[in-house]
């Protein structure tokens, strides 16, 4: 999660927009943790990831002159991250697209209800993180965005280019899986993870 | 669409708790200094780009060349055409008359550049001077 307020985020965009290299940096400081996570999760590579987040940086900083200020601006950096790796990596706009062709007629109005409300809460997140580690990339991306860095529906389909009701689908989907695994896990079928989960075992993927 | 909306049901629960909590990759060494210095040198070099003045000026210099190669063929025929027509004081008489009329031509046609320069420093709207000033920063 990044640290700045939105008030000081846009400051920060417009002193840039006037030339204000430092400005940049405060913003690249800000968010270079989760582009470069972004860009990680969608091509499972950390050099891929590291160019594709320093290009991102900077076609950011050459289009930042016609950025409106009509999105946020993390939004609008996202959807540069995400377009780069679309060009990486083709199989993952398609993947994402994919998602559309499940049917929403079957995603549940009741409540979501917790299951496992007694087990303990290390237990849980440590396999829930192995769980999300294993969820194909479209539908981590979308839950990443969605939960980590609480982007609106709208503003997810912004940044990943892709329509509203695919983003409601994967997230759907993601959460459905995950619900399961936690099922599994309280049933003992699913062992839970002796270490926390890996913060992604990045270099062999 | 049967609307499933999570906030309607002010769902934090434990799998939005393991994703907010889902620990993501550290950010290898020096990746912002690497980014900064790509952008520190992008803009120090004014990157080449067209802009309406330039289209304006080229547009200019190529209609001055051919006025100017229209007009030298004119002070050719133009001796042809005026004693057709009787005007034989019109015709230069030696080589210094063709030669005025030739600076004359050319200082006129310069005089014309230097004004339309001038007009458009003076009428060209600020934004270009900003991303000059920036792009040389």
Known sequence: MNSLEQAQEEQLVRQAQAGDTEAFAALVAAHQHFCYNLALQSLADTREAEDVTQEAFLRAWLALPRFRHQARFRTWLYRIVTNLCYTHLPRLRRNLEALAEDELADVPSEPFDNPLANLQVEERRACLHAQIDRLPESQRLIVLLRYREELSYEEIADALDIPLGTVKIGLFRARQRLRAALLEFENGCLPTPAVPAPAGDWSGR | ?137
């Open chain 2, 1 to 137: 669409m049967n609307g499933w909306d999570e906030s309607k049901h002010g769902e934090v629960d434990a799998i939005a708790d393991a994703i907010r909590t889902y620990p993501l990759a550290p950010v290898p060494t020096g990746l912002a200094p690497a980014i900064m210095s790509r952008i520190r040198n992008t803009a120090q070099t004014p990157r080449f780009e067209l802009q309406w003045i330039d289209l304006a000026l080229g547009l200019f210099g190529a209609s001055m060349t051919g006025l100017a190669w229209l007009a030298w063929r004119w002070l050719h025929t133009f001796p042809d055409w005026a004693n057709g027509l009787g005007l034989d004081a019109l015709i230069p008489q030696d080589s210094l008359d063709i030669a005025l009329g030739v600076i004359g031509i050319v200082g006129g046609l310069f005089a014309l550049g230097v004004c339309l320069v001038v007009a458009l420093v003076v009428l060209m709207p600020p934004r270009p001077f900003i991303r000059l000033e920036r792009a040389t920063r």
